[in-house]
């Protein structure tokens, strides 16, 4: 199967600061999503992105497909940035099966 | 929109008991997904439901793993003779079908196996 491999595992950060968060995967995908688990263990989706760059407010994330990565960027980060992100793949185009990281533990602090 | 829910959000049980996790999904949505999370680790796929049909069932859900959506609404997962193992969190997710779809999450039901 496929296999997804995030970096770095850990992050801490002072507000305000900016970060970009990696992930690797090691075959074609056509579905990658990126997720923000909160401390209480919500999984909220921050985007579908199996090829090109899209941007939310302070989040963007870029994927070359041709090239197996992904990343995520985070400006001006926040307290509430805190938590894990997780990265997610599938080899085909539904969610039917994603296929996740192990996560980058994001802390923002003060 | 409600949101994906599930019902209980903790349950603590005894090695060898029963247990059933339910999932209410966002109700335009056909398919239905379960993960399971261990700590430290990413959501792990189980199995997932386009309407009433189960579809794809991971080789991680063992013989004592059951899950059904009868009327393609809500959804259960019943775990048998639980095993200290088997403590983890479940998620539940859904989705519209065909492509480029968000999958959305509900806040998951943890199991601790005493």
């Known amino acids: 199967g496929i296999q997804v491999e995030q970096s770095p595992p850990d992050l801490i950060l002072q507000e305000g600061a900016n970060s970009t968060l990696r992930c690797n995967f090691s075959?074609?995908?056509?579905?990658l999503q990126w997720f923000h688990q909160n401390p209480w263990g919500q999984l909220i989706n921050l985007f579908y992105?199996?090829?090109g760059t899209k941007q939310n407010g302070r989040l963007s994330a870029t994927t070359v497909a041709t090239e197996r990565y992904s990343l995520l960027y985070i400006s001006s980060s926040q307290t509430t940035d805190s938590g894990v992100y997780f990265c997610?793949?599938?080899?085909?185009?539904?969610?039917?099966?994603?296929?996740f990281g192990t996560g980058t533990r994001l802390q923002v602090t003060l | 929109d409600t949101g994906v829910s599930q019902d209980p959000r903790h349950k603590i049980t005894k090695r060898g008991q029963n247990v059933t996790f339910r999932c209410d999904p966002i109700?335009?949505?056909?398919?239905l997904y379960w993960y399971r999370q261990t700590l430290g680790q990413g959501p792990e796929f189980l199995t997932y439901?386009?309407?009433?049909?189960?579809?794809?069932k991971s080789r991680l859900l063992s013989d004592r793993f059951s899950a059904e959506r009868p009327k393609g609404s809500f959804s259960t997962l019943e775990i048998q003779r639980t095993e200290q193992g088997d403590s983890a969190m479940y998620l539940c997710?859904?989705?519209?079908?065909?492509?480029?779809?968000?999958?959305?999450f509900g806040e998951g039901s943890w199991l601790t196996v005493v």
């Open positions: 997610a793949v599938s080899d085909t185009g539904t969610a039917s099966k994603l296929t």
């Open positions: 997710a859904s989705s519209r079908g065909g492509f480029g779809n968000t999958i959305y």
């Open positions: 439901f386009q309407n009433e049909a189960q579809l794809e």
């Open positions: 075959d074609s995908v056509n579905n």
């Open positions: 109700s335009e949505h056909n398919r």
């Open positions: 992105i199996p090829s």
